[in-house]
């Protein structure tokens, strides 16, 4: 009995050997163009692809965001090319206290242009201090959540993003025993509200509580949203810290509370 479960469990392990081999086999000859996938599978859904801003918020798209805190060079040619005209590079910061900023853009309060796009990018009520991965996520989600949310709940755009700050060299909550906040490498975006093209303004301090009316659905859809293109979301439900502020944060694997 024992001799024949030993010979069971072997069997077992060498399918599932077998079955790696032919995985990492299969991986290296799509790369080396042995096996081709072109016109089966979309060149953004290939995990060794760049990351581009059309491309949908699927799984794919959400680990190659995730990754870009390991891949400077992919981070900074992705806003290089996709928004040029809304980030401007700024000379790393070393530190010793936690707070240092490496690879991280001053994101315009108004673009220079619309970068070749027909549809203008949101503005800032103020610029604002961004890691790389901060602001490639913030601009898949301006793309793929905020502007169409916008449009599903309220029938028109958001042109106006008013936000709290990104860059403080705290800890989280000010606690003195606390671990480092995203704040103190610009990791972290808190967004307050929110201006409509036809001039409504929409925070989260006044219409969160409104869930029954258009506005707090649309923040409360805003937050879901979110949870697609950041690591870490919080809101006023989380705690009282966050009663006024969306905290976007590029850590994490979609903590969404």
């Known amino acids: 009995m024992l001799k024949r479960k030993g010979l069971h469990e072997r069997g077992k392990s060498r399918i599932i050997t077998l079955l790696c081999l032919i995985a990492i086999g299969s991986g290296v000859a799509v790369q080396r163009d042995i096996i081709s996938l072109t016109g089966l599978v979309p060149a953004y859904?290939?995990?060794?692809?760049?990351?581009?801003?059309?491309?949908?918020?699927g799984v794919v798209a959400r680990w190659k965001l995730s990754r870009l805190s390991?891949?400077?060079e992919a981070c900074r040619d992705f806003l290089l090319r996709e928004a040029s005209s809304r980030v401007?590079?700024?000379?790393?910061?070393?530190?010793t206290n936690g707070c240092q900023l490496v690879n991280h853009w001053r994101v315009a309060a108004v673009a220079d242009d619309n970068g070749g796009n027909e549809i203008a990018p949101v503005r800032f009520n103020n610029a604002f201090i961004a890691s790389c991965p901060l602001a490639v996520?913030?601009?898949?989600?301006?793309?793929?959540?905020?502007?169409?949310?916008?449009?599903?709940?309220?029938?028109?755009?958001v042109t106006q993003v008013d936000h709290l700050g990104s860059y403080a060299c705290r800890n989280i909550y000010g606690r003195e025993n606390?671990?480092?906040?995203e704040h103190a490498t610009a990791d972290a975006l808190d967004v307050a509200g929110f201006r409509l093209a036809e001039g409504r303004q929409i925070n989260l301090l006044a219409d969160w509580a409104n869930e029954d009316d258009a506005e707090g659905r649309f923040l409360?859809?805003?937050q879901q949203a979110a949870c697609q293109s950041f690591g870490t979301v919080?809101?006023?439900?989380?705690?009282?810290?966050?009663?006024?502020?969306?905290?976007?944060?590029t850590r994490g694997w979609r903590v969404c509370r």
Do not use: M
Not at 45 to 57: E, H, I, K
Not at 234 to 249: E, K, S, T, V
């Open 45 to 57: 859904q290939l995990p060794w692809t760049p990351l581009v801003l059309d491309q949908p918020l």
């Open 70 to 72: 390991r891949q400077p």
């Open 88 to 95: 401007t590079a700024l000379p790393d910061r070393t530190a």
């Open 137 to 157: 996520s913030w601009l898949f989600f301006e793309r793929h959540g905020l502007q169409p949310t916008a449009q599903t709940f309220l029938g028109q755009r």
């Open 178 to 181: 606390a671990r480092r906040s």
């Open 220 to 222: 409360r859809a805003i």
């Open 234 to 249: 919080l809101g006023p439900d989380y705690n009282a810290a966050h009663r006024d502020h969306f905290h976007l944060g």
